[in-house]
T-cell receptor, first 113, second 113 residues
Framework: SQTIHQWPATLVQPVGSPLSLECTVEGTSNPNLYWYRQAAGRGLQLLFYSVGIGQISSEVPQNLSASRPQDRQFILSSKKLLLSDSGFYLC????????????FGPGTRLTVT | AQSVTQLDSQVPVFEEAPVELRCNYSSSVSVYLFWYVQYPNQGLQLLLKYLSGSTLVKGINGFEAEFNKSQTSFHLRKPSVHISDTAEYFCAVIPSGYSTLTFGKGTMLLVSP
């Protein structure tokens, strides 16, 4: 069966510091991968998605970036965090091909201070 | 563009009472529909999905939903809720041929004894 991992689970970072969040999927090949941010009371915001290695689509221009160095690894980064980057970051995957349901990881709680 | 409206931000209900969480969508093409549940500080879990076929779909934890194309709705129901159903519920849609899900803003279900 497929599993999705995210780490770290929680993170407290000062403003201006860099960020790296990692997501890996097991038990499937060539998944579609997604990064979402969930701010308090604001639902889910799609940040990036990827249909293959090195292929990244950005939904929201901001100071975050994403990379997919391996088939089942998806990384969310920032060079300098802002207070507004605080939130709950969720990674998800779906089967390759036309998108149907997505399966979510446990999330990373990021607090920028 | 597609959109999803969850009409209630919060639904309080007593244990063992029935509940309906409302979801309406707009799209110019055929769609696939999903309901997810999120418990505090966790990722989203797929409750049920409508891809095609019978308009009444059953999911996990005793939930069901009915797809109504003419009313562009996909309301979630449970005949008798438990305290453990307290969580946030998200409706999501993806039009046929698209790559990303669009989520509603969520409905918080609060079950009290």
């Amino acid at each position: 069966s497929q599993t999705i991992h995210q780490w770290p689970a929680t993170l407290v970072q000062p403003v201006g510091s860099p960020l790296s969040l990692e997501c890996t999927v097991e038990g499937t090949s060539n998944p579609n991968l997604y990064w979402y941010r969930q701010a308090a009371g604001r639902g889910l915001q799609l940040l990036f998605y990827s249909v293959g290695i090195g292929q990244i689509s950005s939904e929201v221009p901001q100071n975050l970036s994403a990379s997919r160095p391996q088939d089942r690894q998806f990384i969310l980064s920032s060079k300098k965090l802002l207070l507004s980057d605080s939130g709950f970051y969720l990674c998800a995957w779906s089967a390759p091909g036309p998108t149907r349901e997505q399966y979510f990881g446990p999330g990373t709680r990021l607090t920028v201070t | 563009a597609q959109s999803v409206t969850q009409l209630d931000s919060q639904v309080p209900v007593f244990e063992e009472a029935p509940v309906e969480l409302r979801c309406n969508y707009s799209s110019s093409v055929s769609v696939y529909l999903f309901w997810y549940v999120q418990y505090p500080n966790q990722g989203l879990q797929l409750l049920l999905k409508y891809l095609s076929g019978s308009t009444l779909v059953k999911g996990i934890n005793g939930f069901e939903a009915e797809f109504n194309k003419s009313q562009t709705s996909f309301h979630l129901r449970k005949p008798s809720v438990h305290i453990s159903d307290t969580a946030e519920y998200f409706c999501a849609v993806i039009p046929s041929g698209y790559s990303t899900l669009t989520f509603g803003k969520g409905t918080m279900l609060l079950v009290s004894p």
